[in-house]
Every structure is written in structure tokens, then in C-alpha cells.
């Protein structure tokens, strides 16, 4: 049974959450009617890795986005301050794919991704404040964007126009 501010919550209410257990509301669809899980990515990742991960409107239903992205390793340490450099194939292969787009016979030797709570935040709040906009966006899509899995895809506020980029 949920419990908010006011108590207990009713069955409808208890109903409203995500099928796969991670404690997030079902989504509703243009007309209104529920779904069974919070997001797509949520349905997917728990059935393919075992794990709870949301894409980012449901992010932004949530918690307004504030949460990291759920592959960061430091994800768990949220709220709490954390600073992480995190390496792994999975990056540097995709780096290399972009960078062999136009360098054919380079590769990328080591990619780290910054996992920092601070930078983390400042991040959240810009983008929260181009949100509040509500300026209409174009669908950009970079030359990263079609080697990207479809979980990572996903990450992405494509509201705020936000994509992935390799320095």
C-alpha cells in the first residue's frame, strides 16, 4: 500500500504503480487510459538486464529529471555527493565508431565518463530552466545518435534538444 502526506493511499492509487516494481506511477497514454508500466525503458531493462531504469520523460514525471541516468554507476549514491570516472568498452567503442566516420584508421584508446553529483546538478537545473521555456525545439539528431542503443536513446530530453557528446 502507498503512503503519502495525507496516509494511506487507496486501491486505485496502489493501482497507478508501475507493474515491474520500481515504485514509479503507470503512465497514461494520449487518451488517457493507463498503461501497465511507468515507461518503456523500465519494461525493457527488467526484462533484459534484471535492473530499473526509465527514460526521460519518465525521469521528468517523477522527479523533474533530477535523478541521474540510470546506467551511471553512481546512480545509487543519489542524493548523496559522489565524483566518479568511469571507463569501459562500451564508450570507447562507440567513440570509435563516430571517430573511424571521418579518421577511418583511428581508434579511441581509453573514454572516461564523468560522474559527478555537482556538475550533475548544475546540469539538471540549466536544462530544468530551458524546459520552463517551452520553446519549441527541432529534432536535432547528431551523427552519434544512430549508434546508440535503444535504452540509451532514451536518455535523452529531446524536449530540451539533448544529446550525447564526445570531447
Known amino acids: 500500500s502507498c503512503i503519502g502526506p495525507g496516509g494511506h493511499h487507496t486501491q486505485e492509487c496502489d493501482e497507478a504503480v508501475c507493474e515491474k516494481g520500481c515504485g514509479r506511477r503507470r503512465a497514461r497514454g494520449a487518451d488517457g ?11 525493457y531493462l527488467h526484462k533484459e538486464k534484471g535492473i530499473f531504469g526509465h527514460d526521460a520523460a519518465c525521469d521528468v514525471r517523477h522527479d523533474g529529471g533530477r535523478c541521474p541516468p540510470w546506467y551511471w554507476k553512481s546512480a545509487n549514491a543519489w542524493p548523496n555527493s559522489f565524483h566518479e570516472e568511469v571507463g569501459g568498452d562500451y564508450v570507447r567503442k562507440l567513440g570509435t565508431k563516430l571517430l573511424q566516420r571521418r579518421l577511418p584508421d583511428r581508434v579511441v584508446e581509453r573514454c572516461f565518463r ?14 530544468e530552466e530551458i524546459r520552463r521555456r517551452g520553446v519549441a525545439m527541432e529534432d536535432v539528431k547528431p551523427e552519434i545518435y544512430e ?11 529531446s524536449t530540451v534538444n539533448e544529446a550525447w557528446l564526445f570531447h
Open 114 to 127: 564523468v560522474e559527478d553529483s555537482t556538475l550533475w546538478s548544475i546540469y539538471v537545473a540549466k536544462r
Open 147 to 157: 549508434n546508440l542503443d535503444y535504452s540509451a536513446k532514451t536518455t535523452l530530453d
Open 33 to 43: 487510459k493507463l498503461f501497465s508500466t511507468c515507461c518503456k525503458s523500465c519494461a
